[in-house]
């Protein structure tokens, strides 16, 4: 007798494809159920994957969750300056809205079963982990279980018909979502190989980038950004557009090692030219609207938060806490942020904000709306500890 129903997280890509088999001739159940879901993928990946899902499974949901995404997972990361050891998260925001969504499939179909594609090495794996074992769920992962290579994958897949873009010369691992493009696998596991430019997708080589400069101007609305040169856009639009824009100046490139959530280090590359605009001036315009007492503490909740952002505990207590700080800290994180865009570089030309708490009135050496001579009491007790101290 089968094991009923199980739902899988899929992308269409060779893990997961094979996963289908799989859960039927090793694990014993009767119908799989596919959920692809769309978070600012290439149209034609979701449409490879809706296809693929359809042909494979014996039933395929594809989800379109691009606004929540922005809404509700890359607009705290912008507010949060989110990064990881120096580079903007991009997959390790959208696993937990992805898991939500299978969860939610997995409910409505009655299953008590779930399903992902990740290795046993990976981050991926505790982040969908996490999400189905919150909802009570069994949890199942081929890949991790069976001890798969991606040589064996590969040929398994063409063993069974199932079609798949990688091959054995070539066998990158791409994930994509509205902000950011990771790419992995193959030879690029050598932390000394140099990567081909071929592997790029959304970033033009700064040799090959615009030899004229481009200035955009973006504009915030309590820690988000609102509009792109004068025009009100979605965040959605927005960051696809700048995509475009700043991928076209060669902006936004990681090529580094990572220090996964298991411990081991790993050579990762990244696309991410509107995440590394959007920090950049987001970033630039708290140092105009905050006080340098919420500056210094936010630094420390800002590295908090991204820590547990990569490791996706989403419904860690203390990560709701420091959201909640977040949130509070960007009442006046308003204004707008000019920048320069030029073969690789993303440098700020000037800012403005309503509500900043620069005044050239009090700061201008030709104003006299301070009296110099107050600070002289000021000058007479500072560092008095210190100096007593080289005293004796």
Same mark, same amino acid.
């Given at each position: 007798?089968?094991?009923?129903?199980? #739902?899988?997280?899929?992308?269409?890509?060779?893990?997961?494809?094979?996963?289908?088999?799989?859960?039927?001739?090793?694990?014993?159940?009767?119908?799989?159920?596919?959920?692809?879901?769309?978070?600012?993928?290439?149209?034609?990946?979701?449409?490879?994957?809706?296809?693929? =899902?359809?042909?494979?499974?014996?039933?395929?949901?594809?989800?379109?969750?691009?606004?929540?995404?922005?809404?509700?997972?890359?607009?705290?990361?912008?507010?949060?300056?989110?990064?990881?050891?120096?580079?903007?998260?991009?997959?390790?925001?959208?696993?937990?809205?992805?898991?939500?969504?299978?969860?939610? @499939?997995?409910?409505?179909? =009655?299953?008590?079963?779930?399903?992902?594609?990740?290795?046993?090495?990976?981050?991926?794996?505790?982040?969908?982990?996490?999400?189905?074992?919150?909802?009570?769920?069994?949890?199942?992962?081929?890949?991790?279980?069976?001890?798969?290579?991606?040589?064996?994958?590969?040929?398994?897949?063409?063993?069974?018909?199932?079609?798949?873009?990688?091959?054995?010369?070539?066998?990158?691992?791409?994930?994509?979502?509205?902000?950011?493009?990771?790419?992995?696998?193959?030879?690029?596991?050598?932390?000394?190989?140099?990567?081909?430019?071929?592997?790029?997708?959304?970033?033009?080589?700064?040799?090959?980038?615009?030899?004229?400069?481009?200035?955009?101007?973006?504009?915030?609305?309590?820690? @988000?950004?609102?509009?792109?040169?004068?025009?009100?856009?979605?965040?959605?639009?927005?960051?696809?557009?700048?995509? #475009?824009?700043?991928?076209?100046? =060669?902006?936004?490139?990681?090529?580094?090692?990572?220090?996964?959530?298991?411990?081991?280090?790993?050579?990762?590359?990244?696309?991410?030219?509107?995440?590394?605009?959007?920090?950049?001036?987001?970033?630039?315009?708290?140092?105009?609207?905050?006080?340098?007492?919420?500056?210094?503490?936010?630094?420390?909740?800002?590295?908090?938060?991204?820590?547990?952002?990569?490791?996706?505990?989403?419904?860690?207590? %203390?990560?709701?806490?420091?959201?909640?700080?977040?949130?509070?800290?960007?009442?006046?994180?308003? =204004?707008?942020?000019?920048?320069?865009?030029?073969?690789?570089?993303?440098? #700020? %030309?000037?800012?403005?904000?309503?509500?900043?708490?620069?005044?050239?009135?009090?700061?201008?050496?030709?104003?006299?709306?301070?009296?110099?001579?107050?600070?002289?009491?000021?000058?007479?007790?500072?560092?008095?500890?210190?100096?007593?101290?080289?005293?004796?």
């Amino acid at each position: 007798m089968g094991k009923g129903t199980i #739902v899988m997280a899929y992308s269409g890509g060779l893990d997961t494809s094979i996963c289908i088999p799989l859960l039927k001739e090793r694990y014993g159940f009767d119908r799989v159920i596919t959920v692809a879901v769309n978070v600012g993928q290439r149209d034609e990946e979701i449409a490879m994957a809706t296809e693929k =899902g359809k042909k494979l499974a014996d039933k395929h949901y594809t989800i379109d969750a691009r606004e929540q995404f922005v809404n509700e997972y890359v607009f705290p990361a912008i507010r949060a300056n989110g990064s990881y050891e120096g580079y903007p998260m991009g997959t390790a925001l959208a696993r937990p809205l992805i898991a939500e969504e299978v969860v939610r @499939v997995a409910m409505e179909e =009655g299953s008590h079963s779930v399903a992902h594609g990740c290795t046993g090495k990976g981050n991926d794996q505790l982040r969908f982990d996490f999400i189905f074992r919150m909802a009570g769920l069994e949890v199942i992962a081929p890949i991790r279980e069976l001890n798969l290579t991606r040589d064996w994958e590969i040929t398994y897949a063409q063993e069974h018909n199932i079609p798949v873009t990688v091959a054995k010369e070539k066998p990158w691992s791409i994930d994509e979502n509205i902000w950011s493009r990771s790419i992995e696998g193959g030879k690029l596991e050598d932390p000394a190989y140099h990567p081909p430019e071929e592997i790029y997708g959304w970033t033009a080589a700064q040799e090959k980038a615009p030899d004229t400069p481009e200035i955009i101007s973006l504009q915030f609305l309590k820690g @988000v950004p609102v509009a792109l040169n004068g025009q009100a856009m979605s965040g959605l639009d927005l960051i696809r557009t700048l995509n #475009v824009i700043a991928g076209k100046h =060669g902006i936004g490139r990681s090529n580094m090692i990572e220090d996964r959530i298991l411990g081991l280090k790993a050579r990762e590359i990244y696309e991410h030219p509107a995440a590394t605009v959007l920090l950049t001036a987001h970033a630039d315009l708290e140092l105009l609207t905050l006080t340098r007492q919420e500056l210094s503490f936010k630094r420390m909740v800002d590295d908090r938060w991204s820590e547990l952002a990569y490791m996706g505990l989403v419904h860690e207590p %203390l990560f709701l806490d420091l959201n909640a700080f977040i949130t509070r800290s960007q009442e006046n994180v308003s =204004g707008r942020v000019d920048v320069k865009l030029y073969k690789g570089s993303c440098r #700020v %030309l000037g800012r403005s904000a309503p509500e900043g708490l620069y005044s050239e009135e009090l700061v201008s050496f030709d104003s006299g709306a301070l009296d110099q001579c107050h600070a002289i009491g000021v000058s007479a007790y500072y560092g008095i500890q210190a100096r007593m101290n080289k005293k004796k």
